[in-house]
Nanobody
Framework: VQLQASGGGMVQAGGSLKLSCAAS????????MGWFRQAPGKEREFVAA????????YYSDSVKGRFTISRDNAKNTVYLQMNSLKPEDTAVYYC????????????????WGQGTQVTVSS
């Protein structure tokens, strides 16, 4: 599975962005998908994840209620709608795929996209 993230950019605090992650390969619907982010000087951290069917979602406490993860298996795409953005959301956002369930530990994910920069100004 190859992943291509897009949709990042610069936005003012309180604004919104929608990230997309397009996947190649016929087995996309078999994978749990997730979004992680990494700010300069910090470790990569879990943001959100969604099960292969889309029936279950997971969020970090820092984004719960503001971000929404979704997927369209017919389009091999996973999305991250980000609302009420804060300066502390500034980071490079990565999408990832995992074949065997969902875990928040980024080291256990199987496939990674190249990352897309999100910058939130105050």
């Amino acid at each position: 599975v190859q992943l291509q993230a897009s949709g990042g950019g610069m936005v003012q605090a309180g604004g919104s962005l929608k990230l997309s992650c397009a996947a190649s390969g016929r087995t996309f619907s078999s994978y749990g998908m997730g979004w992680f982010r990494q700010a300069p000087g910090k470790e990569r951290e879990f943001v959100a994840a969604i099960s292969w069917s889309g029936g279950t979602t997971y969020y970090s406490d820092s984004v719960k209620g503001r971000f929404t993860i979704s997927r369209d298996n017919a389009k091999n795409t996973v999305y991250l709608q980000m609302n009420s953005l804060k300066p502390e959301d500034t980071a490079v956002y990565y999408c990832a795929g995992r074949y065997n369930g969902i875990r928040i530990d980024y080291t256990s994910w199987d496939y990674w996209g190249q990352g897309t920069q999100v910058t939130v100004s105050s």
